[in-house]
């Protein structure tokens, strides 16, 4: 995910997330990753726009991936789908309901081996996370994103109908949410006019192997299926 960016963004000491510059060496990126994973300490190098970097020191580094990539091309999308008890009445009732919709339409279009759920740092709304096969422009990968969630909003349409139950783009007061739509559906890319630096996503997994500590964000399921079963027997353990 971090594959061909420059900078990820980092939570530093004073309780905020703030730019970082990725290291050049192949082998100080993944130490950086490890320590990630870890949840450990780790060194960086603060990046603001409007000063010159400076060392710092994280007692606990998480991490956030940029979208798009240095070159302008998106290796990754990914749908931020945000909780009722974490965003305020916005957010969605049941963000696991509509992160298994998004996962049936990305594997209906080929994307399920790169296809990636996680639990957001607060636990309860969902990180959905496409890679994809090849790196791809800005416009075109926000077009295929908006595409896909529109399908999987249809599908949540058509499932009430079909099988009875709740529509999963829902807030707790029943209403529905529209794609797109700030603390409930964001999606990365937001648009075809980057931001100076890209669209930032809290990567998975930020310390989900430290010892004797509970993990902040542990991945919970990869969605796989027959592509052609149109049953929508959806996993259920997201």
Same mark, same amino acid.
């Given at each position: 995910?971090?594959?061909?960016?420059?900078?990820?963004?980092?939570?530093?000491?004073?309780?905020?997330?703030?730019?970082?510059?990725?290291?050049?060496?192949?082998?100080?990126?993944?130490?950086?990753?490890?320590?990630?994973?870890?949840?450990?300490?780790?060194?960086?190098?603060?990046?603001?726009?409007?000063?010159?970097?400076?060392?710092?020191?994280?007692?606990?580094?998480?991490?956030?991936?940029?979208?798009?990539?240095?070159?302008?091309?998106?290796?990754?999308?990914?749908?931020?789908?945000? !909780? @009722?008890?974490?965003?305020?009445?916005?957010? +969605? *009732?049941? =963000? #696991?309901?509509? %992160?298994?919709?998004?996962?049936?339409?990305?594997?209906?279009?080929?994307?399920?081996?790169?296809?990636?759920?996680?639990?957001?740092?607060?636990?309860?709304?969902?990180?959905?996370?496409?890679?994809?096969?090849?790196?791809?422009?800005?416009?075109?990968?926000?077009?295929?994103?908006?595409?896909?969630?529109?399908?999987?909003?249809?599908?949540?349409?058509?499932?009430?109908?079909?099988?009875?139950?709740?529509?999963?783009?829902?807030?707790?007061?029943?209403?529905?949410?529209?794609?797109?739509?700030?603390?409930?559906?964001?999606?990365?890319?937001?648009? !075809? @006019?980057?931001?100076?630096?890209?669209?930032? +996503? *809290?990567? =998975? #997994?930020?310390? %989900?192997?430290?010892?004797?500590?509970?993990?902040?964000?542990?991945?919970?399921?990869?969605?796989?299926?027959?592509?052609?079963?149109?049953?929508?027997?959806?996993?259920?353990?997201?």
């Amino acid at each position: 995910m971090l594959d061909g960016a420059d900078f990820a963004n980092a939570m530093l000491p004073w309780g905020s997330p703030g730019p970082v510059r990725l290291p050049d060496t192949a082998s100080e990126r993944a130490a950086l990753a490890n320590a990630h994973l870890a949840g450990g300490p780790a060194d960086v190098l603060y990046s603001p726009m409007d000063h010159d970097p400076e060392r710092g020191h994280v007692d606990a580094l998480a991490l956030a991936a940029l979208c798009p990539a240095a070159d302008g091309l998106c290796r990754w999308l990914a749908c931020d789908l945000d !909780a @009722a008890d974490g965003h305020g009445a916005g957010g +969605l *009732a049941d =963000p #696991a309901h509509a %992160a298994r919709c998004i996962a049936e339409r990305a594997d209906n279009a080929g994307l399920g081996g790169g296809l990636l759920i996680a639990r957001s740092r607060g636990g309860a709304g969902r990180h959905v996370w496409l890679l994809l096969p090849e790196p791809t422009p800005l416009a075109d990968a926000m077009l295929g994103l908006a595409v896909l969630v529109a399908q999987a909003f249809r599908v949540a349409v058509a499932d009430v109908g079909d099988y009875g139950g709740a529509q999963a783009f829902r807030r707790p007061d029943g209403q529905a949410v529209q794609p797109g739509q700030a603390g409930a559906v964001e999606l990365i890319p937001r648009g !075809a @006019a980057r931001p100076s630096r890209g669209w930032a +996503l *809290a990567l =998975p #997994a930020a310390g %989900a192997y430290a010892a004797n500590s509970p993990p902040q964000n542990l991945i919970s399921a990869v969605f796989t299926r027959p592509r052609d079963d149109r049953d929508r027997r959806l996993a259920t353990s997201v």
